[in-house]
């Protein structure tokens, strides 16, 4: 399989693709429902992490750069269509990544930047000792993975796959620990974050985020928490400004502008009802 990507709904003749990466201890199955809500010259791409489904017999990578090299090379498979980067939680951290170094190797700048229910990445080290982590004890992870409700009915009764359930996010959060964002990193294509209205993610993280691309920036507030609402998630990429009719760039059209980088965070929180106060107690997302 070409650059270790699954297609759900192969398109071979589209001119755009939706790349997608997942979050930590996820993999591809719960975006494959996406293909069904995307406009017909757009085809679904998942990049599967080593050590999961189609690549269950290869080692979990290791570090941060070990994971953004099989990303890249998962991307340039694609070279001469369109791309969408979008990524959920560390996914998002990923995909910003992934644009910023692309464009370092002479790739094509992407049509837009997605970043879902992630905290800005300059802003990662105030949440290093905030659960999930790699420090976390087996059961504290697991405990967390039922609170999110990042596993599904059928394995929670199946000890042995909660054990790699366990295995696979602690494999993650390992390699998101080792994740250091430079200062000075942007990208030049519109970004737009997602986020959930129960999430954790404060005004700090809107800022950070619409720092750090040089085009349009948009923040959308939805239903939900950390996976918003599941028939939300099903149909994600409906929200997805790159995806409107009129904005084949990513580009809002003139009635529907969003903020750029340069516009303050009121006048970005105000406009696009992005405003949200941060949640005691609550714990920090991969």
Do not use: K
């Not at 998002?92 to 990544?97: I, L, Y």
């Not at 997605?114 to 290093?128: C, D, E, G, I, Q």
């Amino acid at each position: 399989m070409a650059g270790h990507l699954i297609r759900p709904l192969p398109r071979p003749q589209a001119g755009r693709v939706l790349f997608c990466l997942s979050f930590c201890g996820g993999a591809t199955a719960p975006f494959r429902p996406w293909a069904d809500s995307l406009p017909e010259d757009t085809e679904l791409a998942l990049y599967c992490y080593p050590g999961r489904e189609i690549r269950y017999g290869e080692p979990f990578a290791r570090t941060w750069q070990q994971l953004l090299d099989g990303a890249l090379a998962a991307l340039r498979t694609l070279a001469g269509r369109r791309v969408v980067l979008c990524g959920h939680s560390m996914g998002a951290w990923v995909a910003f990544d992934l644009a910023v170094r692309a464009r370092l190797t002479g790739l094509a700048e992407p049509d837009a930047v997605v970043v879902s229910a992630a905290h800005a990445p300059a802003a990662l080290s105030r949440h290093t000792d905030v659960p999930p982590h790699p420090r976390n004890t087996d059961g504290e992870l697991l405990d967390w993975m039922l609170t999110m409700g990042q596993l599904s009915e059928a394995v929670r009764g199946e000890p042995e796959l909660l054990r790699m359930a366990v295995e696979v996010l602690r494999a993650d959060l390992v390699v998101a620990d080792t994740y250091r964002f430079r200062d000075g990193d942007r990208v030049d294509a519109p970004l737009q974050l997602l986020y959930g209205e129960q999430d954790d993610l404060t005004e700090a993280d809107l800022a950070g985020w619409s720092g750090l691309t040089t085009g349009p920036f948009e923040a959308t507030r939805l239903e939900g928490g950390h996976f918003y609402t599941p028939a939300l998630w099903r149909r994600l990429p409906e929200h997805m400004a790159v995806f409107r009719p009129g904005a084949p760039d990513g580009t809002p059209p003139p009635d529907q502008a969003a903020p750029t980088s340069r516009t303050s965070l009121r006048r970005i929180a105000r406009s696009m009802d992005a405003r949200v106060s941060p949640l005691p107690n609550r714990t920090s997302h991969q």
